[in-house]
């Protein structure tokens, strides 16, 4: 073997270990999860002792209208969310990007929620929303207004502002790094051509940043999916399944009515779901980055 093939091995001989602890340490869970969706399994019996169902955990699932409903919820709180996190977290970024006496203290409180464990984080809100003590009954009656029923009529809404106040720093923080990672040349030659601040925004530093807000996105997006704690202590799901998400149901089905089988197909339609939304969003990516680099390219000769 040559010098330069040993050369070109040896990273991958030191990485190996490495890989094939990760390979283990993350298929081995999946696969058992996969192997479990196909039997009639629950807590009193081992996996292998469990009888084969087929896909007929898949098929009870497809005609269930409680987990239509768990998977309606689980979208509209997803979506709206990210939207608003997004919205907020790149408003805050764009916003606080300038050298301002103290903004590093303000910068620092802005990302303390996301520090909070997420079960304090339910308690709080649920208390904040409480119909008689709580802060906000209290401030609306205090000006003539009345009370609102906030986890009850208004309970899908009231989890998602909870969410907002915790996750928005996530997209905050990110999107503030991409906006002090711009060329600094691109804004420069922006203004010496006369564009405004918004125009500045629109044309120049959003784009710029949509690589990372794609992928900050996605990450907010599989999150969103899974969150089980913030719900679970405010509503329990409730009122009826106006706030069940597909992670707080696969938890109850696994639990509460000892369906493992159930929870683990129910687990596998949720990873299918998140695998197409990263796939859309990591294949929208790469198309924007051919288009720009067409683009580039198309520029470069006409220049030449």
């Known amino acids: 073997m040559s ?37 009639a399994w629950d807590p009193s019996q ?62 620092t409180l802005f990302i303390l929620p996301m520090m909070i464990a997420p079960v304090v984080v339910g308690l709080i809100w649920r208390y904040m929303y409480h119909p008689s003590i709580g802060i906000f009954n209290q401030t609306l009656e205090s000006i003539g207004l009345g009370s609102v029923d906030w986890l009850g009529k208004h309970a899908l809404m009231s989890v998602i502002i909870a969410d907002i106040w915790q996750w928005t720093p996530f997209i905050f923080i990110l999107a503030l790094a991409a906006l002090q990672s ?47 704690e913030v719900i679970l202590v405010m509503t329990e799901g409730g009122p009826g399944l106006s706030t069940e998400i597909l992670a707080l149901r696969i938890s109850r089905t696994a639990t509460e009515f000892r369906e493992l089988g159930v929870a683990a197909a129910m687990s596998n339609y949720l990873l299918m779901l998140l ?30």
């Open 275 to 304: 695998l197409i939304l990263t796939i859309a969003m990591l294949a929208y990516n790469k198309i924007q980055e051919l288009k720009k680099a067409r683009v580039k390219v198309l520029i470069d000769g006409d220049g030449s």
């Open 46 to 107: 081992a996996i292998g002792e469990a009888e084969f169902a087929g896909f007929t955990n898949y098929i009870t699932l497809w005609h269930d209208p409680n987990f239509h409903e768990s998977l309606i919820v689980t979208l509209k709180f997803a979506f709206s969310v990210v939207a608003l996190e997004m919205l907020i977290g790149v408003g805050l970024a764009l916003l606080l990007d300038r050298s301002l006496r103290g903004m590093s203290v303000l910068r």
């Open 3 to 39: 010098y330069s093939t040993i050369n070109r091995l040896t990273p991958y001989v030191f990485l190996a270990p490495a890989v094939v602890v990760m390979a283990i340490a993350l298929l081995y869970p999946l696969m058992y999860m996969v192997f479990g969706s196909f039997r």
């Open 182 to 228: 711009l060329p600094r040349s691109a804004l420069e030659a922006a203004r010496i051509d006369g564009a405004s601040g918004w125009q500045q925004i629109i044309y120049i530093k959003l784009p710029l940043m949509m690589p990372v807000l794609i992928v900050t996105c996605l990450l907010r997006l599989i999150d969103a999916f899974k969150v089980l």
